[in-house]
């Protein structure tokens, strides 16, 4: 379920909220933002993406290094401070392994999975 509430007079929106909200946050809402607020019932079944045809057909062309990037970036952090999460590795290092110029050791592949909270499995593909 989504509610969005949007400023008086405009189509800015507010704020969202999202996920399962309890009926009492939604007549709270309601009554302090009257028909200024939309409430969306989004009742679509998420996808496991690892078990679509989609993924199946790229998975052999992902790199680990693409997984590092793809885990990182969806983080906002840079290649620097990837590198200091993880040890006081230098940007250089994690740059050479997003390009595949550096394979991922085991170490390296644990301390990845740690910080994502990911399975180590998922830094050791090629």
């Known amino acids: 379920m989504?509610?969005?509430?949007k400023k008086p007079h405009t189509?800015?929106?507010l704020f969202e909220i999202k996920g399962d909200i309890p009926n009492q946050v939604l007549d709270y809402i309601q009554q302090q933002f009257g028909q200024n607020v939309e409430i969306i019932e989004d009742n679509e079944e998420l996808v496991n993406i690892f078990e679509t045809d989609w993924y199946k057909q790229?998975?052999?062309?992902?790199?680990?290094?693409d997984?590092?990037?793809?885990?990182?970036e969806n983080l906002g952090l840079s290649q620097m401070e990837l590198g200091q999460e993880l040890g006081n590795l230098t940007e250089d290092f994690i740059v050479e392994i997003e390009c595949g110029e550096r394979k991922i050791n085991q170490n390296?592949?644990?301390k990845l999975g740690k910080f994502f909270g990911i399975p180590v499995d998922r830094f050791i593909l090629n």
């Open 2 to 5: 989504l509610a969005v509430v």
């Open 11 to 13: 189509d800015t929106m």
């Open 58 to 65: 790229i998975s052999p062309t992902i790199t680990s290094g």
């Open 67 to 72: 997984v590092v990037r793809i885990y990182r």
């Open 108 to 110: 390296i592949a644990e």
